[in-house]
């Protein structure tokens, strides 16, 4: 392999996007060779890693440690992308041809990427808002949530892909991810359980706790756990957590050597920052670790990464923490399986107690009311059979009597007449048969009531029958005491199982004892726990089988109880069905009666809408008769107020003619409101039993101010002047039109509401208008 074979595949691939694209990402390589005057040390690195790259595979074998020491002392940004590659072997990857094609699909990660993608370096010109960096990083991430479908898309995997795609072009970053997930643990770092990511968060807590113990306690002191921290260091590789150069230096030695640099880093940080992370708080801590820490790095990330190597790092213990780990998950897991088991075996059991609780209070309703009721039958059944019995011997002697009767009669009858001794009279025969008659009558009686003895015991036979014979109440207090002992039994079984939940509580808190301070124990104390781990994981396992064995044969009694419940529910459902069906057919039978009585009153309800329709029309049109009649009398006084106007204008009025003026229109006034008292008394006893309508009541009245105003005619007979009437025009005749809402309001002259016609009189001499 030679180096301008990897230059020329290099340009190869730049060649293959579209040219805008091969001009941004070609620029980022090139940007730096343009410029002039390199020193010397420049100059001999440029010369050293091209030799390293043309002779790639000879020198990584023979010059190990010096190919770490100079990635140790960082890649020069213009071989940063081909050094990459060689570093993962992602050069010549077949699922490089297949990048196009997956371009092409549709990835149900879309939504997610887009959403992240403006949050991925958002200070970087690079990846500026609708940039070229955007969408080939949309491209890449898409392409790998095709490819990978278990893992998809994961936040913080962007800010990988945006680093690669800042050193080479879309299709190599594909690769070199690609081979980033597989080979460097990314892959289960990602994955929706993010186990491995678990697995970092312990191995790095112990380094913690082995190396700097006081700042261990001190985090465990303030709950400040180290996912709280650390976990984007794992995911991101420092790319989120410090400045872009040193990450990217950092990423360098990750090429190589993996994910141990980020252990290292992660450590030496906190090394380096111990005196002050003790003395602040949680909410100080997390404000440090993301703001002052970048900040002191912006210097140069030399002095972490110097840190950094001297910072113990024991491969074999991490080897073995990692064992530990998943010792600890796997049992975790076994033993939230068996307590989730038994907590579904606890709620089946309460459910099954439930059921079984209900179904023996059901029963023991149902017997009890079955004795009770078989208790009263038999009562009944007792007291008819004594009254049998007495209208028996009452027959029995009827009969008896009637016998003797006959046979009397018959002997009578067939007697010859012994002499001397005179026949029976007439009148004793008489007598004779109406006593037989009676005697017949008794008998009659007797059979009747007879018949209803026997119709009662009949019906009481009947009604027993309906009723659960000594067979079937013995049967239901064998199935009430199958099920007593069956709820019994899952009562026990449920102690039991409750007793192994807390003991297998109380062994995993003393598990989580044990296994709190296995790190400092000697191997002989480890081994002690492991074998009590075994003792433990074959105790679980044991009352997995005890528990399965008592679920089979719950199980089985429960299926044998339900087969005899559902037959004596079946047998109770056909006799209810019956009764239902009759209930059925009487309850139609009385619908139809008063769908019947329904249609009545509808149409009684019609009839009497029709009648009061027509007496509202009928009241409404003696109203509009009254209402004109108002209306002429509204009109002849007006028509008299506008003569009086004429008379005051045209000056033809003095005063005496001026007092038999106001007389004249008093008495027209008097006689106006006796017509409308008329017309009133006419209206009301039309509208006796109506709601009042609106009408006019025509009010003749004075208000005073300072002085009353008296009649014309005492006026005249003081000698008063029309000047002397004039000084007492305060006081006005007005006539007022109101509405009327009522029948009975009659004396309403007083009520000044606002509303109707008003006409005012001024007194005679006055010039003042009328106002309507």
Known sequence: MSLSWLLETDSKSLRSVNGSRRNSVSSL????????????????????????????????????????????????????????QLLCNAQNMPIKDQYSELLKMTSPCEKLIRRDIARTYPEHDFFKEDSLGQEVLFNVMKAYSLVDREVGYCQGSAFIVGLLLMQMPEEEAFCVFVKLMQDYRLRELFKPTMAELGLCMYQFEYMIQELLPDLHIHFQAQSFHTSMYASSWFLTIFLTSFPLPVATRIFDIFMLEGLEIVFRVGLAILQMNQAELIQLDMEGMLQYFQRVIPHQLESGPDRVILAAYNVKYNTKKMKKL?????????????????????????????QRIDTLEKESASLADRLIQG??????????????????????????????????AQSTIRDLQQRPLLRGIPRYTEESILQLERELVQARLKEAESQCALKEMQD?????????????????VVRLQEELIAVKLREAEAVMGLKELRQQVRDLEEHWQRHLARTAGRWKDNPRKNAVSELQDELMSVRLREAEAQAELRETRQRMMELETQNQIHSNQLRRAEQEGRGFQERMTVLTAQNKGLHVQLQEIKRKQAEIECKNKEEVMAVRLREADNIAAMAELQQQISELEIQKEEGKVQGQLNNTDSSQYIRDLKDQIAELKHEIRCLKGQRGSSMSNQPAFDGIHIVNHYIPDDESYHSSDEDTSLGKTPSHLDHQHSSISRIRLHPSLGLGDTDSEGDDDGHGLVLSVPPIGTHKHTTV
């Open 29 to 84: 390589v090139s940007s730096s060779s343009a410029s002039s005057n390199l020193s010397h040390l420049e100059e001999d690195s440029w010369i050293l890693w091209g030799r390293i790259v043309n002779e790639w595979e000879d020198f990584r074998k023979k010059n190990e440690k010096q190919l770490k020491d100079l990635v140790r002392k960082g890649i020069p940004h213009h071989f940063r992308a081909i050094v990459w």
């Open 322 to 350: 990692e064992k530990e780990y998943t010792t600890i998950k796997t049992k975790e897991m076994e033993e939230q399986v068996e307590i989730k088991r038994l907590r579904t075996e606890n709620r089946l059991l309460k």
């Open 371 to 404: 004795q009770v009721t078989r208790a009263q039958e038999a009562e009944e059944t007792y007291l008819v059979m004594r009254e049998l019995a007495t209208v028996r011997q009452q027959s029995e002697e009827a009969t008896a009597q009637l016998e003797l």
């Open 456 to 472: 009662k015991i009949l019906d009481i036979e009947k009604r027993n029958t309906s009723l659960p014979d000594d067979t079937n």
